[in-house]
Structures are given as C-alpha cells and as structure tokens.
C-alpha cells in the first residue's frame, strides 16, 4: 500500500485534503462547496454528537427540530442578523412550479424561526426557561469551500433558549461555553482558549459572544464552537414577551449556541501526522484493531480467530461494545493491514500471531508514537484501557505544549507585525480597537482578535491605539 499523504511541511492544505481521502473521511459533492461525509466520517460525527448531546440533556435541554426553510421577511426583523447572513444565504424563489410569494431562505441559522415559535409559546414566567437544542443541517453558501472546515452545507447543533432575566440568560451562555470546553479538551483533546469575541467578531445580532478558539498544527486558530447571549434583540424583534411574578409584561432574553462537523477538522488539523488520521481514543468509533496475523488458513481458523473472538469480547467488556474492530483482510499483506488502520486513526493496533499466541501474550501498537508493548493475553483488557487513556492524554498534552510553544507577547504594532510574518501562532497584546481598527489589522497582517481570554481582566497600554484596554489573543484563522 503506497503512501500517498503529502508531507505536511511542503504542502499543508494539501496534506489535510490527503489525511482526509486517505482516512475515508468525506468526499467532494457534485454540488459545487457540498460534501459526502462517508461512513468513517460519519462515526467520527456520531460520536461528538453523541458527547454533546449526553451533555446537553444533563444540563437540562432537550431535543428538538425546525424548519428548512425560512420566511425571508424573517431575516429582516432583525436588521445585524440580516447584515451578518445576508451574502450567505441560498433563497428559493420557485415551487412546484410556481414562483413563490415570498421568497424562502435555506436557513443559515435558526434564530429567526425559533423566535417566532417562542413567542407563541411563551406566555407567562410559568413557561420560562425554554431549553431546546436541535441537531440539523445548515446552509451558507461558501465562495471558499474546504471540506469540515467550510462547506455551503454542514451538520450542526444550535441550541437556543429563553429567559426571565438577563441573569439567567448570561448564566446559560457561560454554561454551554464550559460544557463546550470540557467536551473538546477532555474528549477531544482539544487543548481551546475560551474567551468573549470582539466586537468587530461578534455574532450578528448578539450583545456578546464567546468562543472556544483552538490552534493548529499550522499555527493557525480555528474557532471550534460558539455561545451567544442575544440579550433581548431577538425577543423584541419577534415579540417574545410574558407576564412576569410582579404582573408586568415583558421581554424574554435569549441565548444561542453551536458546533459543527468543522470540529472534525480541528481533529484532523491538531492531532493528525504525516502517515495519515490521528484520533483521540474518547472520540474514536474504533478504538482498537485487532488484527490475527499468519499465512497459515487453518492456524488462523483453528486457533487465531477464535482466541481473538475471545478477546474483542473481554475487551469490549471493558472499554464499551462495538470498539474493537476484528481485521480479517487476510488477503492483504501484514503491513497493508497495518497501514490501513493507521491511516484511518485507530488509537491501538493488536497483533496477535503464532508467536504471541504460544507465549499467550498479544502485542499492542499505539498509533501516536508507535510504541510497541507486549502483554499477557490474561491482563490485556485492562492494559489496552490504560493504554488508551495514556494515548489521550499524551495527545491532549502534545497539543497543549504546541500552543503554549506559539503563543507569543507583544506590545506594539511592529513587533506584532514581525512575530505574524516569522512565527505565527496565537499573539497575546492589550487592545482597545474599534472594529474598523480590527479590519484595518487584519487588512495590514491577515491576523483577527480570536478572543479576550476569560479569566484574564488584565488591562495594558494597546498596542494599536495606546489607549488602556484588555488582553486579546490574535491570529490568522481558517
């Protein structure tokens, strides 16, 4: 089996679009900035969802569905939020061949139409707080498509909820950041920098942003999911009001929140090498390949199978069912088994052949650094959930010490400009800009604010304006 990724360091883009084909992830669609996500992919998004989702109906959201399609005057009700979409929206202006009365926009995101139902639903303090979230495709047409990380349609979670007070609703919003943040550096092994977006980044429509930022293996930042407080923008656009404990009526506050299958390329782009796919093993669908290995056919089916049989059993026991896949590519030489797993991501290879099979031990093969470990077969489903948990950790670790390696200080314009054109990386400096400072930054060194860090109320002299202002983390994005 050829290896056919490029190395990251002649070509990074290119070798992202080859980890990706390689690893089976996704393909391109006939329709120009869509995509196929294939099986492997496909796995790889149902298990994010599902840690999300476990955490979402934990802090007490549930599941719920809206529609495709949008009443375009609802865009214009809320008159940031149209700025914001407007250039990316699809619009359907025909139907069973009539022209429509009013045009329908493929939605971009769901503010507008959950505005509407929450105001039919929303009367009293009794029904408040909604806590829905809804798992569904979006559509914002791309004029730069790269598959995960932006494509005109992609999968998503958007939850949105309605309040009181403005106490609760900013609660909420801070909440789903650290359920966000937990999720990726715990499951992920994402290693994000929260934070509150400047203005100039915010989301159309919302008072404030936050935002987990992650760095890639090119030291650039992805913004890997997104919570917004609305404040009351969205309610009194679409007249969310309930009669509250005192007998006033009033308006509801909002929050909105979401991540994508864009945190599969953050996946890709953190943890993954030059032979192919690297997946953490909390995320993996397949976290383990189990692999009998001889050119005899009746060692394999007298001896081999059934005592890997035996051990995918044990080993699911321990480490959950449907994580160990059984290889029985006999067709394939050892090493092209190998190699296939490999490139798909597998956190750990077992190989198990006459050799181990006399010694009653099997060998383990970690896909990060490959280090090979021999073990008793007795002891071996405790050993490979070690080793998993091992392999997380160093991955998480690796990432960590990748971005605290490029997070560079600067106090001035100059030495901002010198450390984005040599290093790269996450630039911490103090700012005090308005948002046509920040275009005029990103115009003068392709760099964005990413984020003002939480936890981090330091104030400083900008190094833009000279004016007082707080700490922010800039970089150059995807």
């Not at 005192?246 to 864009?262: H, I, L, N, P, Q």
């Not at 099979?357 to 990060?368: A, I, K, Q, Y």
Request: glycine share 6%; hydrophobic share 40%; with cysteine.
């Amino acid at each position: 089996m050829a290896k056919n990724v490029t190395p990251r360091s002649s070509d990074f883009s290119q070798w992202y679009l080859d980890v990706i084909r390689a690893a089976e992830l996704a393909d391109y669609a006939p329709v120009r900035g869509c995509m196929v996500i294939r099986p492997t992919g496909y796995a790889l998004w149902e298990s994010i969802q599902r840690h999300f989702d476990e955490a979402f109906k934990e802090t007490g959201h549930v599941n719920a569905y809206f529609p495709l399609l949008i009443p375009n005057s609802f865009l214009e009700r809320e008159a940031q939020h149209v700025e914001g979409f407007a250039p990316e929206c699809a619009v359907v202006t025909h139907a069973g061949g009539d022209e429509l009365e009013e045009p329908l926009v493929v939605r971009p995101t769901s503010e507008t139409v959950i505005g509407h139902m929450y105001s039919k639903w929303v009367q009293s303090w009794r029904d408040l707080p909604i806590l829905i979230n809804q798992w569904c495709n979006v559509m914002r047409w791309e004029k730069r498509p790269r598959l995960f990380l932006r494509t005109s349609e992609f999968l998503w979670q958007e939850g949105h909820t309605a309040h009181a007070t403005r106490e609760e609703a900013m609660e909420e919003t801070l909440r789903m950041l650290g359920v966000y943040e937990t999720i990726m550096k715990d499951v992920l092994a994402l290693p994000v920098v929260t934070g509150e977006k400047s203005e100039g980044e915010r989301f159309p429509g919302a008072d404030n942003t936050f935002t987990c930022e992650a760095m890639m293996s090119d030291r650039k930042a992805l913004q890997a999911g997104t919570s917004h407080f609305l404040g009351q923008n969205f309610a009194k656009a679409f007249d969310i009001r309930f009669q509250d404990r005192d007998g006033e009526v009033k308006y509801a506050w909002t929050t909105s929140w979401g991540v994508s299958t864009r945190l599969i390329g953050a996946i890709i782009m953190t943890h993954s090498d030059d032979d192919g796919l690297i997946l953490p093993p909390r995320v993996a669908p397949v976290k383990v390949a189990l692999l009998p290995i001889s050119t005899d056919q009746d060692l394999i089916s007298s001896s081999l199978e059934p005592k890997a049989m035996e051990l995918k059993a044990a080993i699911e026991d321990r480490i959950g069912p449907r994580t160990v896949a059984l290889d029985r590519q006999y067709h394939l030489r050892p090493s092209d088994r190998f190699f296939s797993h490999l490139q798909k991501g597998v956190p750990l290879r077992i190989e198990l052949g006459q050799k181990e099979l006399e010694n009653r031990t099997v060998r383990l093969v970690c896909r990060d650094n490959g280090e090979r470990i021999d073990v008793p077969m007795e002891g071996a489903p405790e050993r490979v959930a070690e080793v998993l948990n091992q392999i997380q950790a160093r991955l998480y670790d690796r990432a960590l010490k990748f971005r605290r390696d490029n997070t560079h200080r600067v106090s001035s314009i100059e030495e901002f400009k010198e450390v984005m054109e040599s290093k790269g990386g996450f630039v911490e400096a103090h700012f005090a800009g308005t948002p046509e400072d920040e275009r005029a930054i990103k115009e003068a060194t392709g760099a964005t604010v990413r984020c003002f860090p939480s936890g981090d109320r330091s104030v400083g002299r900008c190094f833009y304006t000279g004016r007082e202002g707080r700490l922010a983390i800039f970089a150059k994005a995807y």
